[in-house]
């Protein structure tokens, strides 16, 4: 609240024009005020003039007072017969939405008095703030705003972008290279604080949702790639290819360095990013060089993130690349691919997740290994994974994934058994683990399952290995009632997959 | 025959009897004559036709006329101070027009003789171009239009890879000993044309069809009177001049290919109308008209119905419903050709046309093409490749040509002009399907894909000359103005993958995509030649010196849509995606929908210009009396500005000057005469090479058929948080030292024999480099110096020397072998050292891209004109070529050597030989178009694979 504006005004008062008084008993003559308009409008926080106002007064002038709304503002003592003032008025806050009136008082030697009046319309409080460049200082968005981001914003290194409770940040029309996005580059910080009830929503210049709601009044949530994401980039190692130690997100063209990400920093801090729900996103560029809804690319362990919401993205929901950051309670629903995406030896934990598959989500969980000599794994513990009963994979461990995943319960899933039309099986609806590499660590200890449950489908014949492949089943169960999952409680209150009724077969 | 050795004659070139329509009561006698010490034309020599003291002199073409009754005469030629020639048994029949051998005459300076020839006609094809080719100050070679006839090659690709050192890639780009097209240019008629593909520096030769070609002349070694931006060489494309006698030919040809044609499972799609003669008929028309203030989806998801809705519905449905190809029969190749011209002489004035139209409709069908992504394991100790993408289906080629040329040309004293106007028009449309495996990092799937592209190309060319002689002959004034316009659009790329077994469309496997593609270029070139004949040391000497002028200005505009399809299921045919019913409307808000990726900022656009002012001045001086001598200067000064932005708009370029440079080009060459038939050449040059419009941008262009980006060569690449600086934006041309040496000997009836070495070094080339931090991305950059050093080795022998009875057979064989090397950019020796396998040592340097290092031409080709029959058998070769340049996991990518075999034969039937007949087979050893990846210790891997097949081609023409 603090940057608000201070009335400023500025007057010189320059007495001009000394004219000498004969011992001649003129009669005696008025005063006049000119260069006043009578009229003008700014918008709030905007500023008035400078405009001159120039008194005249043959008797000689005495001073000019300047009045608003009744209350002085000024009193300027003028000398000689002709003086110019120049007047300056920045709008206060509460001025916003009003007319303020000013009078401009002119008094000469002798008390005849001119007035001058001014009616400034001062505009209505901007609520729709639009950010067409990127940050490259402190900025704080505020409390029942809506911003609209007009193409790809970067806090760049050094700056900090603070986002408080219940803003509203909404993607501008783009797709490709072109999608609207923030972007938070390496050395860069983004403090975006929600509350259990007052979450900052990302979402799209389609949503017509205003500060206060959770569910959107116009879109449903399985509308997707109306913008971007948003993408957080850190310095902390990443396992890459050829072993570089930094690489281009995919979403965004190399010429633009706020791109990169990856370091050896693992302690990086980028901020705090809490109670954020981000929806519709997930512009697409080309195959395999997408936007996803939260990106951490390289994200240090520093970083705070918890309570976040992607629904409705067009590629993955969440996308790790590398980086150490710690994730605790998030929800995907309806992601347009995978759910939940790890790449390039992650090395933190997710801690009480939710997946509720839509109809074109693809796997629950990708998970995939490292891409260089650096070996790293991942740990995920206590989720809860509810399939579109239809099309979804429950997760696909891949390219030498490794980590730990732990408590985990899928349902709703289709049966691999099932038949397409030529009688052959479809083979979605299983867990599985892809390639040599992967099938290795797993025997070695380095890809470990425990708790892992589900409710088995029943409408084609299922056996709990056909569904838990590579021997996964020995740590599987098919279960009526899970011990493992996700506390769906924390959700409440925040997120939209809650207040839409979807938890509640959780 | 010959009277003494120093009077070495040869005779040339075709003379076709040939009727003509009119009634005419008297026979014609036409002919040219050169000058044998510098293969000159001879102006102002005397010709006398000795039975009947008639006669004629020779005008600036060095050409003549004379008219007679039929009969058999004796022709003689006098020149002062040279050596009269006559010839003897000159037929001439009524109402026709009797075309002489070109005729060499020799300066003879201790007594005047007369040399006695039969007009016995000897119809050795490239004899007129190696005099050409012998006594050229600088190095070169060429191709001339009665080769083509003989070798069946249908257009200039195909024709000019029989030149020493040239080789052909892809069908279409002409490389110049081995060097890449960045070295090679292509002029036409001797000045600037724009090119057809905006990627490259050359011409794509395959839409020059030989019947408007005279001959093609690839200059090796730079002289200042040809733009200094060649390396490897200039290939000058000429087209059809004065014709020597009336010509009136109609040609038919067909090719079949058992593997592609009347082929059941061949693919095609549904085009428009006009799609048989190499143009669109606006069926593929983008539905916005180009328009860039276009709804999107998020205007229209709120309010389906409102003005920005109906807009966008409207535009939706305008897209063409046709995502996919279909199978069904092709025919064979056809091709038609006319020609025709005449000369007609009117008192003090000859008169000249020339016309040609062309029509080419060629099919070609590849099954089980294969286009694959291969990468390194991530493991150092691991060397087999791994596939990461796996695309192999069927695709079908439509291929149209048309052409035509219409000249006329004027002789008048000592004056001649020529205009020539030229269009051609090229529509080729491919339909594909094939099945994707992806198993690239974080996508594992299979998937249909379904191909179909369309592009047209087209180019018009006027071609205004003059030759001018003053002070009789010791002033020539040749200047030409040749203004271009190009247009190459690429309207309505549709690509489309569905991922099985579901059949499910998304951003995994990639979305629907329909890209627009537009390159427009106009292009004004002119030149002026000033030639002063005069003495110097006593001896002919030369001096030469003009100005070039060329003004080039490009646009280029991509637009593209990607086609999210929402919840909408499908079944897998491609052509249901834009089914009214899937389409977003009120009541389906989820269905199919475009996106624009172009707007608000499209930094796949951009224009862009040059002006490139030239000035030389050149000698030829004999400063011994068996040594020539080529001294000159070349001054050019070359500006190009650009238009356009990057990506997120930040950068905005208005018409900035982007290249400003004034350079000096010395030029040396020597020719010394070793003997009266043997050269010793040297030649050393300074050259250049120019970044192209595109490469001195902010331009980033997404190809999203290979999903590799282009970034302009003015942004700036650091790593290590921008500590180090591995590209600092500022991309240069590269300025280029050459230097050649040759040896070559001249036998009789155009056999020779030469040896070649060059060398040329490279200051910072330009090379094609990936950013380390996003390996899909590449950028031109100057790089570290390089080098070039070859060999070339020619020869022409007739076999006759085994045994007499072979005296008809030649073999011709023409070597190239090179060695290259460049100085890795830091990027990529960083690059390459971080994916290094165990045991591997990385160095600094490489072979050049596109640089082949080795090119082989031969074949034994008969001719036995008593009997009207000529052929031969033709092989060419070119080395293992570096395609691309690795990364990071991917490798380096070679051309395979491609073993051309292929035989031609033509005969002439019929008393004036007015029919002639050809057959060939082309591709006999049946190989296939493949590029590899190759790694240490690793097997290759197939990038792409081609299997054009064996074709059998036919072609009559008749001459009326």
Known sequence: ?506 | MFKKRTLTLALIVLSQFLVAFAIAQNGTIRGTIFEEATGETLIGVSVLVKETSTGAVTDLDGKFEIKVAPGTYTLQFSYISYSTIELTEVVVKDGEVTVLPDLLMAEEASELETVVISSTVIRTTEAALMSVKRNAPQLVDGISSSTFKQIGDGDAASAVKRVTGVSIEGGKYIYVRGLGDRYTKTVLNGVDIPGLDPDRNTIQMDIFPTNVIDNIIVSKSFTADLPADFTGGVVDIETKDFPEEKIFNVGISGGLNPSMHFNSDYISYEGGSTDWLGFDDGTRDIPTGGRTDIPQYVDFVSNPNGPQGQEYQNILGGFNKTMGGMRGSNLMDLGLSFSLGNQLVRPNTTWGYNVALTYKNETEYYKDAQFNLFGKPSETNQFELEPLERQRGDYGVNNVLLGGLAGIAMKKGYSKLRLNFMHLQNGESKAGIFNFVNTNLGANFEAAQYNLEYSERSMTNILLAGDHLFDNGAWALNWKVSPTRSVINDPDIRFSRFRLPNNTVGTEAGLPERIWRFLEEYNVSSRADLTRELKILQRDSKVKFGGSYTYKTRDFDIQNFQFPTGSTRFDGDPNDIFNDENLVQQGNINGVRYNPGFIPNNPNAFSSNVNNIGAYISTEFNPLEKLKAVVGLRMENYVQRYTGTNQNGTIVLDNDEVLNETDFFPTLNLIFALKDNQNLRLSATRTIARPSFKELSYAEILDPITGRTFIGGLFTETTNGGQDVLWDGNLTPTRINNFDLRWEAFQERGQMVSVSAFYKSFDRPIEIVQFISDPGSFQPRNVGNGTVLGLEFEFRQSLGLIAPSLENFSWNTNVTITESQIKMSESEFISRSLAAKEGENIKDTREMAGQAPYIINTGISYMNFAKGWDGGLFYNVQGPTLNFVGFRNQTDNFTVPFHSLNFNMNKSFGADERIKAGFGVQNILNSKRELVFKSFQAQDQIFTSLAPGTEINFRVAFSF
């Open chain 1, 1 to 506: 609240m603090k940057k608000l504006l201070y009335h400023t005004f500025i007057f010189a008062a320059l007495a001009i024009g000394f004219t000498s008084c004969n011992d001649d008993e003129d009669p005696d003559n008025g005063v006049t005020i000119t260069g006043i308009p009578p009229t003008a409008s700014i918008e709030a926080g905007g500023t008035l003039g400078p405009v001159t106002a120039t008194a005249t007064a043959p008797d000689g002038l005495a001073q000019l007072v300047i009045t608003k709304d009744g209350a002085t503002l000024a009193t300027v003592p003028l000398t000689g017969t002709t003086a110019s003032t120049p007047f300056e008025y920045t709008a206060l806050p509460e001025d916003a939405g009003k007319n303020v009136v000013f009078t401009f008082t002119v008094t000469d030697v002798d008390g005849d008095q001119a007035v001058a009046t001014h009616v400034l319309t001062v505009g209505a409080e901007e609520t729709v703030i639009s950010v067409s460049s990127n940050i490259t200082s402190d900025v704080t968005w505020e409390t029942g705003k809506v911003y609209i981001l007009q193409g790809r914003i970067s806090v760049e290194a050094g700056a900090t972008l603070t986002i408080q409770p219940g803003v509203i940040v909404k993607g501008s029309a783009g797709s490709g290279a072109n999608a609207s996005a923030l972007v938070v580059a390496r050395d860069a910080t983004i403090n975006a604080v929600g509350e259990a009830n007052n979450p900052i929503i990302f979402t799209s210049f389609a949503d017509q949702i205003q500060p206060g709601q959770i569910v959107s009044p116009n879109l449903t949530p399985d509308i997707n790639g109306l913008w971007g994401g948003v993408l957080i980039l850190g310095n902390a190692t990443c396992s890459l290819g050829g072993d570089v130690t930094e690489t281009q997100i995919e979403g965004i063209p190399p010429s633009d360095t706020n791109g990169l990400y990856g370091g050896n920093d693992d302690d990086d801090n980028s901020g705090m990013f809490k109670y954020v729900s981000i929806r519709h996103g997930g512009a697409n560029i080309g195959e395999g060089n997408e936007i996803n809804g939260l990106t951490l690319g390289g994200v240090g362990r520093g970083t705070e993130i918890e309570f976040v919401e992607v629904v409705g993205n067009q590629d993955d929901g969440i996308e790790w690349f590398g980086g150490t950051v710690n994730v605790t309670n998030a929800v995907v629903w309806n992601a347009g691919d995978d759910a939940l995406d790890t790449d390039q030896a992650w090395a933190g934990t997710l801690t009480n997740f939710v997946v509720v598959a839509g109809s074109e989500t693809d796997h629950a969980l990708e998970i995939d290994g490292p891409e260089g000599s650096y070996l790293a794994g991942h740990t995920l513990r206590n989720g809860s994974v509810k399939g579109d009963g239809a099309n979804t994979e429950l997760g696909d461990f891949r390219d030498g994934a490794r980590g730990s995943f732990d408590g985990i319960y899928f349902f709703n899933f289709p049966s691999p058994n099932e038949l397409d039309d030529d009688m052959e099986k479809i083979g979605r609806g299983d867990f599985s683990l892809s390639g040599d590499e992967s099938n290795e660590n797993f025997a070695n200890g380095d890809l470990m399952f425990a708790l892992l449950e589900t409710t088995l489908p029943t409408s084609v014949a299922t056996t709990l290995a056909e569904v838990f492949k590579n021997g996964t089943d020995v740590h599987a169960s098919d279960v009526a009632t899970p011990l493992s999952g996700a506390d769906v409680s924390v959700f409440a209150g925040w997120s939209w997959t809650s207040e839409a009724g979807e938890l509640s077969d959780f």
